[in-house]
């Protein structure tokens, strides 16, 4: 049972304690991811060398593998890195980027999967049905109902089939571990104007995921905290276009506070979405 009142006051955690996350993400996103783990309190570290990754992991308190940018070489350096973390107790999160694209890029994540204890997958609807063999079109920014429960069936669906937490992004977002499950609803539309929004989410869930050992917790509050960031910025520079919200966006990762979680995010139980006995 998710402790609602406990999630706003992770992000004094963060602020205290800086935890280090290890990126092993895309090089179109990393001098953002960097910044943006910056502004919220953590301490960002970018490693990709094979030969160094599994020593860095261990100083780490979360490890966040990205295949936006994919290669052969950066893939079994991110199964080594894995594999470290699992031994040494540091959760792993993997952004299937572009999953679907092609074989090649769909095959790495699953084997990623299969190597590695994985302890949450983040992906758009499109990239989470194709790891579960699925083809789930993405049609944009829909905020229906329907569309919802759609992104809360396939999460589950995902997390059912792939053994670990799922979180399905989209106008509102989903996390489920295949039981139990959130919908959180905060965020803004101009989120998705700017390159490299989505992997910054999972490399700031990573944060979360390094205060607070459940992840069902620490899931729904990053999420929550970076929907109500991008609502701030949004009213504060959301008339002037994304490249002005981009910056607005890092300054109000740097200012949240309890209260901002508190103010902006709206958080439903998945089963609300379901008729009696249906998930």
Do not use: W
């Not at 179109?28 to 960097?34: E, G, H, K, Y």
Request: proline fraction near 4%.
């Amino acid at each position: 049972m998710l402790n609602i009142k406990k999630l706003p006051s992770l992000i004094t955690r963060i602020h205290e304690e800086q935890p280090l996350i290890h990126n092993m993400t895309n090089t179109v996103v990393t001098n953002f991811t960097a910044n943006g783990l910056f502004s919220l309190g953590a301490s960002p570290v970018m490693a990709y060398a094979e030969e160094e990754v599994a020593e860095m992991v261990q100083n780490a308190r979360a490890l966040v593998l990205n295949i936006g940018t994919l290669t052969t070489e950066l893939l079994n350096a991110m199964i080594v890195a894995g594999k470290a973390a699992n031994v040494y107790g540091v959760p792993v999160l993997l952004d299937p980027v572009g999953a679907g694209a092609t074989s090649y890029r769909t095959d790495a994540a699953l084997r990623i999967i299969r190597e590695v204890n994985v302890t949450l997958i983040r992906g758009n609807a499109g990239e989470i049905s194709r790891l579960i063999g699925e083809f789930m079109t993405v049609k944009g920014v829909d905020a229906g109902q329907i569309e919802t429960l759609e992104r809360a069936q396939l999460a589950i669906r995902a997390a059912r089939t792939l053994g670990t937490a799922v979180i399905v992004s989209g106008p509102e977002d989903v996390i489920t571990d295949g039981d139990t499950g959130y919908v959180v609803k905060s965020g803004h539309p101009l989120l998705t104007r700017v390159t490299g929004t989505g992997c910054l989410l999972t490399s700031v869930i990573g944060a979360f995921l390094a205060v607070e050992p459940s992840i069902m917790e620490a899931g729904t509050a990053g999420l929550g905290f970076y929907g109500a960031a991008a609502l701030q910025a949004a009213e504060d520079k959301g008339q002037a276009g994304p490249g002005s919200f981009q910056i607005a966006f890092l300054d109000e990762l740097s200012k949240l506070t309890p209260s901002s979680f508190e103010e902006y995010v709206t958080v439903l139980d998945i089963h609300s979405l379901f008729s009696k006995g249906e998930i």
